[in-house]
Every structure is written in structure tokens, then in C-alpha cells.
């Protein structure tokens, strides 16, 4: 969340930032929720939620179960509505591409 509060800052205008949901939640602080409450601009994250560690399938490793399991796969059932609440954040989930589109849509009609 940090990073796409500065990236919308330093661009000046409405940002879409993109991050894979391992590396959304490393970056949650309070710096990050003071950051976005302070934002002048729009800001839309889209957070793509796969439940984790899907990228390292592709690595020869990963047809090692045994070493692969343990060490590369973090597959999570985490939810990120309640990390948005606790930064006073809107919050939907998509299901379908139908929901995201009227999401998205909907979101950018709030700017």
C-alpha cells in the first residue's frame, strides 16, 4: 500500500498500481494509511488475490514437492477486506470478470 500511495504522489494524477497479494501484505503500516488519507489525487489499487506463491510453479524446483512445498510455496487464505478497513479503505471483491469490470467501473466514476 505504501508503494502505491507514493507511486500515485509522484505521478501526480490517478495511478493503478498492480502488486501480487504476497507482496501486499509485507507492506502494510500506518505510514502507508497517513500516506493515502493524504493523497490530493484518486487512487484505485487492483490486488489480485491467487492465494499465494502461484509465480514459483514456473521454477524447475517446484516438481520437487518435498523441497518445493516447504520452502517456495506460500499459499495463504488470507482476505483482504479487513486490511482496508483498518485503513479506512473501500473495499469489493470481484468473483467474475463481470464484478470486476462493474467494480472498476464503479470506482472510476467515484474520481
Request: net charge neutral.
Amino acid at each position: 500500500f505504501a508503494a502505491a500511495a507514493n507511486l500515485a504522489q509522484a505521478a501526480g494524477a490517478g495511478s493503478r498500481p498492480q502488486r501480487s497479494d504476497s507482496s501486499s501484505t509485507g507492506s502494510s503500516s500506518t505510514d502507508s494509511s497517513s500516506s493515502m488519507m493524504s493523497l490530493a489525487i484518486p487512487l484505485t489499487i487492483v490486488l489480485l488475490n491467487n492465494g499465494g506463491g502461484a509465480i514459483f510453479r514456473s521454477l524447475p524446483v517446484a516438481k520437487f514437492e518435498d523441497v518445493f512445498t516447504p520452502y517456495f510455496d506460500s499459499a495463504h487464505n488470507l482476505r483482504f477486506d479487513s486490511l482496508c478497513k483498518g485503513f479506512h479503505l473501500a473495499y469489493s471483491c470481484a468473483l467474475t470478470r463481470a464484478d470486476f469490470a462493474r467494480v472498476f467501473q464503479d470506482t472510476l466514476a467515484l474520481r
